[in-house]
T-cell receptor, first 113, second 114 residues
Framework: SQKIEQNSEALNIQEGKTATLTCNYT??????LQWYRQDPGRGPVFLLLIRENEKEKRKERLKVTFDTTLKQSLFHITASQPADSATYLC????????????FGRGTSLIVHP | DAGVIQSPRHEVTEMGQEVTLRCKPI?????LFWYRQTMMRGLELLIYFNNNVPIDDSGMPEDRFSAKMPNASFSTLKIQPSEPRDSAVYFC????????????FGPGTRLLVL
């Protein structure tokens, strides 16, 4: 099954800078990859989905890239704000024939004012 | 829409007791998922249903765990008997259409087994 790797160390950045989070996977190329945001004491909230034939997806200040050669997705938040502080999870199908996502452990982002 | 509703939000029980967690998915969503989240293991899929039918329960840790979905608007996850290692946050999520591409999570139930 798929192994998903996200940096377990928190990412600390200054307000206004661009935050970049990484999601690496180890096995087959998934049909899609998702990013979710999770705040303390709450369930994950879906942010973006990018498909295998897409290189890049944008939504407001968010940008996701998907490199199937590197087996990596990058998640960018431009002009970051303290309100962006949260844990960000990536998710992708657990196996080649499945559409059911399996989640990475997440990376905590802390944006300092 | 109210979103996915879970109850209770917090549960404290003693080892050996039965625990029942409840979930109401978003109306019209065909898929329902139960997850468990811990610091050690992250977010793990326990079981999911499609149109009220259990499709994959391979993530259920052992026979002490069972899940049901008697109708499209209600599901339960039961632990009997509970053990301290079951302490975790349990999330229910629902999804429209095809296989959970976008999942909508409930607020979770924080379970503590003493």
């Amino acid at each position: 099954s798929q192994k998903i790797e996200q940096n377990s160390e928190a990412l600390n950045i200054q307000e206004g800078k661009t935050a970049t989070l990484t999601c690496n996977y180890t096995n087959y190329s998934p049909a899609y990859l998702q990013w979710y945001r999770q705040d303390p004491g709450r369930g994950p909230v879906f942010l973006l989905l990018i498909r295998e034939n897409e290189k890049e997806k944008r939504k407001e200040r968010l940008k996701v890239t998907f490199d199937t050669t590197l087996k990596q997705s990058l998640f960018h938040i431009t002009a970051s704000q303290p309100a962006d502080s949260a844990t960000y999870l990536c998710a992708l199908p657990a196996s080649g024939g499945s559409y059911i996502p399996t989640f990475g452990r997440g990376t905590s982002l802390i944006v300092h004012p | 829409d109210a979103g996915v509703i879970q109850s209770p939000r917090h549960e404290v029980t003693e080892m050996g007791q039965e625990v029942t967690l409840r979930c109401k998915p978003i109306s019209g969503h065909d898929y329902l998922f139960w997850y468990r989240q811990t610091m050690m293991r992250g977010l793990e899929l326990l079981i999911y249903f499609n149109n009220n039918v259990p499709i994959d329960d391979s993530g259920m840790p052992e026979d002490r765990f069972s899940a049901k979905m008697p109708n499209a608007s209600f599901s339960t996850l039961k632990i009997q008997p509970s053990e301290p290692r079951d302490s975790a946050v349990y999330f229910c999520a629902s999804s429209p259409g095809q296989g959970g591409e976008t999942q909508y999570f409930g607020p979770g139930t924080r379970l503590l087994v003493l």
